[in-house]
């Protein structure tokens, strides 16, 4: 029985090991069609790690801060405006009241952010992710740019999400993931 006990918690740590250092890719555009590509990692405490590569060549790192939803949607329209995210789902404090919706409906707590796209072939402005939500704030830095605030929600079922970037110089990204 302890044998057993032995390979079940090597193989559960192997799994964890696994899960924690895989890299995720990540797409950025811009309004003006530039394109950058990036990855980034899960790492502890509910964070992570980012990294994008320029056009010209920089790299810009960063770290996936964890932050609360309110926090959250708070600080993306201080940066972007008011109405440019959309959430439905259970922060019941801040967004209304999940339960007051349809009768018979199962999904009145299914948490689901909508964000804008600026990939041109994306077809459709709009971007949506749904399902439990992690909500991360990061300051990417690179050796000749100053900064870049990107705010990025996931799905914790997925791994995939949306976010946007704005860059010390006023340029914004929408981010897929």
Same mark, same amino acid.
């Given at each position: 029985?302890?044998?057993?006990?032995?390979?079940?918690?090597?193989?559960?740590?192997?799994?964890?090991?696994?899960?924690?250092?895989?890299?995720?890719?990540?797409?950025?555009?811009?309004?003006?069609?530039?394109?950058?590509?990036?990855?980034?990692?899960?790492?502890?405490?509910?964070?992570?790690?980012?990294?994008?590569?320029?056009?010209?060549?920089?790299?810009?790192?960063?770290?996936?801060?964890?932050?609360?939803?309110?926090?959250?949607?708070?600080? &993306?329209?201080?940066?972007?405006?008011?109405?440019?995210?959309?959430?439905?789902?259970?922060?019941?404090?801040?967004?209304?009241?999940?339960?007051?919706?349809?009768?018979?409906?199962?999904?009145?707590?299914?948490?689901?952010? &909508?964000?804008?796209?600026?990939?041109?072939?994306?077809?459709?402005?709009?971007?949506?992710?749904?399902?439990?939500?992690? &909500?991360?704030?990061?300051?990417?830095?690179?050796?000749?740019?100053?900064?870049?605030?990107?705010?990025?929600?996931?799905?914790?079922?997925?791994?995939?999400?949306?976010?946007?970037?704005?860059?010390?110089?006023?340029?914004?990204?929408?981010?897929?993931?």
């Amino acid at each position: 029985m302890a044998k057993q006990w032995n390979q079940f918690a090597i193989v559960l740590l192997l799994a964890t090991l696994l899960l924690s250092s895989c890299i995720y890719p990540l797409t950025m555009h811009s309004r003006e069609g530039e394109k950058l590509d990036g990855q980034w990692s899960f790492g502890q405490g509910g964070g992570g790690s980012i990294q994008v590569f320029a056009s010209d060549g920089e790299v810009l790192i960063g770290r996936l801060e964890p932050v609360a939803r309110r926090l959250f949607f708070d600080s &993306y329209e201080k940066i972007f405006g008011a109405g440019s995210i959309d959430a439905e789902g259970p922060d019941l404090s801040a967004y209304g009241n999940g339960l007051w919706g349809p009768l018979g409906s199962s999904n009145a707590l299914l948490d689901t952010v &909508y964000g804008e796209s600026f990939d041109p072939a994306a077809g459709q402005s709009q971007r949506t992710v749904s399902g439990p939500l992690f &909500y991360w704030i990061a300051k990417l830095q690179g050796d000749k740019q100053p900064f870049m605030q990107c705010f990025l929600i996931g799905s914790s079922h997925s791994a995939r999400g949306l976010g946007r970037c704005k860059s010390a110089g006023g340029k914004e990204y929408t981010v897929e993931f």
